[in-house]
């Protein structure tokens, strides 16, 4: 009987976010070229709400790609870069993406290795959050990006983008 694999906290995050981001690369592309050939304003898409109440399209890109950096900062014990979210177009949106990865990758994969234990906190006042580094990145940070990732895909599918599960998997 072979041993099971340790759990590798690095594993689980950042080639997930990789991943992720990049897929969300990807169907933005996808987005402008199906805005461009059918003359649509990519402010109807950018701006675009599954639900009066849920926040459009570019926010959703902008609030995956927070955590995917603030996981990454967190359990690698750095400070959280500020982004100032002002992206209004599709290449903006790209931007803040292609920031984020190259962010990731400057990340040292042992400090985020060793994090499972490390004290995070989120948050200020009554949203204070305190967690351990693998509770935040399994319980908190990964739900939340899958939710706004899920919800940016679906806004693209809900709205004519020719894209499936394929798309929002992309390549691991």
Do not use: C, W
Not at 41 to 61: E, G, N, V
Not at 109 to 131: L, P, V
């Amino acid at each position: 009987m072979s041993s099971s694999p340790q759990f590798s906290i690095y594993s689980a995050s950042v080639p997930v976010f990789r991943q992720i981001l990049n897929s969300l690369s990807a169907i933005l592309a996808k987005a402008e070229a199906h805005v461009e050939a059918k003359k649509i304003d990519p402010a109807a898409l950018l701006q675009y709400r599954l639900y009066p109440d849920m926040l459009p399209f570019t926010r959703q890109i902008q609030i995956a790609a927070d955590f995917a950096k603030g996981a990454g900062a967190r359990l690698a014990g750095q400070d959280v870069p500020p982004y100032e979210d002002t992206e209004k177009t599709f290449a903006d949106l790209q931007q803040r993406i292609a920031k984020t990865l190259a962010f990731l990758d400057s990340l040292p994969q042992s400090e985020i290795e060793n994090s499972a234990g490390r004290a995070i906190t989120t948050g200020s006042g009554e949203k204070t959050k305190h967690f351990d580094g693998q509770t935040y990145l399994l319980h908190y940070a990964l739900p939340h990006f899958y939710f706004h990732a899920t919800t940016a895909y679906d806004i693209l599918r809900h709205n004519g983008i020719e894209i499936g599960k394929k798309d929002f998997i992309g390549t691991y």
